[in-house]
């Protein structure tokens, strides 16, 4: 089964408006990290945080990291149409096999 | 750096037949993932190379699968007598592992593959 999951599966907004999507796991991590795919291409790296990290910002983006509460949020401002794409976190296990394992993501749409 | 690179684009077959697929990773990068990705999912792991040193193997990836590395720079991966199931986008990564437990993987544009 997948470790992480987003919340929620899909998301429609106005151009303008914050977009916040959330990701929560189920075991102990070293990092977790966010990417962007836009329709049918490949990911692109938007964020990592690292474990003793609780918040970190990359522009428009904000992420906060729980790991009391094994939970992840992605926070876009100002969205864009070009924002629209499907958003996924990754999370790289603490037992240390070095994979990254994605959740299921969110589908963002922005409507100009 | 003009990223990691994959080929083809687009694969279509009949089942049965046997496919490979080639990636190019970053230069210098020394790690290099394999994902499989089916629509509405996320990618999902299938193996990683290390250099040439393949260190895991998913469970998903039967013996039908094999991937290669051969001097640590360009990988492919083989499926052998393709079924229907095996119908998904498979991803290349690479990344610069240097061991602070902090990496960023950069993906190819993946390959489509059709079974039918």
């Known amino acids: 089964s997948q470790q992480g999951e987003e919340d929620p599966q899909a998301l429609s907004i106005q151009e303008g408006e914050n977009a916040t999507m959330n990701c929560s796991y189920k075991t102990s991590i070293n990092n977790l990290q966010w990417y962007r795919q836009n329709s049918g291409r490949g990911l692109v790296h938007l964020i990592l945080?690292?474990?003793?990290?609780r918040e970190k910002h990359s522009g428009r983006l904000r992420v906060t990291l729980d790991t009391s509460k094994k939970s992840s949020s992605l926070l876009i401002t100002a969205s864009r149409a070009a924002d629209t794409a499907s958003y996924f976190c990754a999370t790289d296990l603490l037992s240390g096999t070095y994979k990254y394992i994605f959740g299921t993501g969110t589908r963002l749409k922005v409507l100009a | 750096d003009t990223g990691v690179s994959q080929n083809p684009r687009h694969k279509i077959t009949k089942r049965g037949q046997n496919v490979t697929f080639r990636c190019d990773p970053i230069?210098?990068?020394?790690?290099l993932y394999w994902y499989r990705q089916t629509l509405g999912q996320g990618p999902e792991f299938l193996t990683y190379?290390?250099?040439?040193?393949?260190?895991?193997k998913s469970r998903l990836l039967s013996d039908r699968f094999s991937a290669e590395r051969p001097k640590g720079s360009f990988s492919t991966l083989e499926i052998q007598r393709t079924e229907q199931g095996d119908s998904a986008m498979y991803l290349c990564?690479?990344?610069?592992?240097?061991?602070?437990?902090?990496?960023?993987?950069?993906f190819g544009p993946g390959t489509r593959l059709l079974v039918l």
């Open positions: 230069s210098e990068h020394n790690r």
């Open positions: 945080i690292r474990s003793n990290e």
């Open positions: 190379f290390q250099n040439e040193a393949q260190l895991e």
């Open positions: 990564a690479s990344s610069h592992w240097t061991g602070d437990a902090q990496e960023t993987q950069y």
